[in-house]
């Protein structure tokens, strides 16, 4: 299940980063991670590659950081999972356990172990990659540095100072504005990324551990469909596994944040200042007033209506129209108005 | 009325767009704009240009977009007018109607149809275009890129990775701070604008017409008077039509969003993380607190406070104190505190 | 007291600013500010620098803005202050007051009559001044500016377009994200500064005086320490006159405000578009969820949790947990919300 979904993913992966080895075995994962499992039998298995419990496959290991993913982890193909003890009885017996306290530092130490940025030799003077492939009919301004692998489309217009890293690729007839940064991203047709947005940078993740903040390496990217706008120095990180995912025809106004993992549906558009953090998903045509937030791993249905300056902390159903922090129906955010203004004239 | 000040404005514009058309006929609009009018006799009558509501002569043509604009159309000079057909009824017998379900669809086409951006040349390897006009005080840092016609005036400093764009203007003993961008812009004397703001760039319009999102070309510039400091990251878009304008004296922190059209008056300052909404106009000498939001289409009075994370969504008047999410004023929200304490210790 | 630590801190001081004059006279400083004395005897009195109620010695002066700070004052060891006439029966003896109505006004202007900026002469053609320390293992890409005395240290990274003015320290194993800016800043090993942030510029300091909004230089630093992250967007301000301290192992995330004069303590947490006004402290192991707000001359003690889109505008105790705007203990921002909802369903 969902194996070319996940090999094109791979495909884009590859582009920034490289694996330092072809698999692991258990044994390798159990001392890297000071774990164990359940059995010595297991020691010699071979663990190709980590991923999400929705996309791993059975030579690929995965991670169950909380209760409420077991259910997700019963329908996963995944061959391993990382998991803390507690959650032991309830893995099914298709799933090799790697049992640790800590699953998601667990994680973050096999990431590490598995893979490495690909590392760059910087373009010089020109600040064109010779390995770069330019369209004939796109523009590059002065003063842009352009990495390694770059692909740019035709009649793409790169204003000054904008920077593109090493493998990306950006689509035809876009404008990538002035002193704007893209990296670790896709870009596909006619699509616009203003003055000083940020595209691929690491999301914000860490994991404490005896009371130090360790980094968990990031290894997604940003996958922009056509027609995208991002608004002036906007913020977009790429995923943690997965990739950040916006989709076509999605607008997105100045210094907006989009955590990593998040997914944006066709249509959707975002006013200024407002920030949508880790893993959740927006649906079609929402539309979000601006100063909003949506707090993490949250789903927002479509045609969803987020009034301006709102903080939304719980699942949104499709057509619904919201308010208020923390939001709540429009309605019920309009009658709460009114009763404090009674509440205020009464003696 | 108004002409001298909308010929100003008209020169502003021309250092940034071009005209493709002198003037279209009725003819050729309702071609464009799949619009019907009144009266076949109008259909050679010639459209010199398009103009706000406030700013339109009788050679120009304009739009109303909803029943609130009726009263200023009835003050207006324009000649011609976008206006759907309910409004019919009331425009006056001097004004020639386009007549058409969505207005502000019919004006993107209209605008896009009359104008384009100057095309640029860019600089080249020293990106110091050769027609730039630059004082021999002025301090110009490596890394910079000054575009075509940009004027910059005595004792002004341009700091590393400093980008202006064709066109633009900066006063005397300006700064511009490093990886700032300058776009679209008129910036007058004495004026910081610090690492890494934004000014100029296209304002957030989109026009949504069948489900898809067309975007509005967005003709108007940015002028900021004398004095003025923007900070670090902070963005101000340029204006639809007219220009997005920033009084003398106006103090402006980072990371701060300031929409298009927005009117900022004299000596005001406006701290960090605030953002104003599209077509606000804030008076004199107002005093806005950090992570504040102003909604759009709002008019706030002279000398008015607002307290830190309020959420504007009124109009306000002179000297007026407000406060909170609706902001309101700040002796209510003080009361409405302090009846929500008392609920709560009330069993 | 204190003198070795301000003796380091005006060490980092000299990196970026020179005094212009080794000492003033009070009677200089009196025509200076307009200000008066108690006595005349006083007049040839030498006042060798300017400095922080807490930190001033017996040959600075300090001053104090309200009263507030008069009990400070009393266990400083100060040998001048200016101060408001009806503060003034409330200084100790060994204090020499200088008299004047608007204190922050007559600060500004001894500041920028003892201090300028070091002038630069910009680098020229390739960007990296000749007096720049760069280790060998340092990688530093095409189109960055690095400035006069800058150091840079083992194996760090600086990505294209960043740019670091003249007297900046860099440690080992630091990343520098794409066309982030370091200015006035120390910063230590092992940190990641990402795409676009701003580190350094002036703080939003401005002082009314009759109308006109003057701009009080800035002149202290930012020390960040080791393993600090700061994400792609944010600005951190360095300080007014001591310094912006960003401690170890503190993780900022992007579009994050921090305002001159603020101290974050150790493995401090703050997610993304949150702001921290001037001159709060925040202290040890703090998480600050997305778009929250601290207002300015907080003291947030340690192990302090705030909830996303709080509005923090009180001191809070060590380990203590809010939520709401304004914040209060997250238990009664819970039992407020159930309470308002009781009275929704109310008839």
Known sequence: MNDSKNASHNIVRNRFFEKKHNFLTVKNILQITESSTISEEFDSLEVSDIATVKNANEREITFVNSGQYLKELQNSNAGFCIISPEFLPKISSNVIPIINRNPYFAYSKIVNHFYRERSTDFAGFTSIHRSAEIADSAKIAPNCYIGRNVKIGNNSKIMPGAIILDGCEIGDNCFIGCNAVISFS??????????????????????????????????????????????????????????????????????????????????????????????????????????????????????????????????????????????????????????????????
Chains 1, 2, 3 share one sequence.
């Open 186 to 347: 896709i870009i596909g047709n006619n699509c616009e990324i203003f003055n000083g947005a940020k595209i691929g940078q690491d999301g914000f993740g860490f994991v404490n551990n005896q009371g130090i903040n360790h980094k968990i390496m990031q290894i997604g990217s940003v996958i922009i469909k056509d027609n995208v706008t991002v608004g002036a120095n906007s913020c977009i990180d790429r995923g943690a596994i997965d990739d950040t995912i916006i989709e076509e025809q999605v607008k997105i106004d100045n210094l907006v944040q989009i955590a990593h993992n998040v997914k944006i549906g066709r249509g959707t558009v975002i006013a200024g200042c407002s920030a949508i953090a880790g893993s959740s998903e927006i649906g079609q045509f929402v539309q979000i007033g601006g100063s909003s937030n949506v707090a993490g791993h949250l789903k927002i249905g479509n045609f969803v209506k987020i009034a301006g300056m709102s903080g939304v902390i719980r699942d949104i159903k499709d057509n619904d129209i919201v308010a208020g922090i923390p939001a709540m129906k429009i309605r019920d955010f309009h009658r709460i108005n009114i009763k404090l203004t009674k509440l205020l004239n009464k003696q």
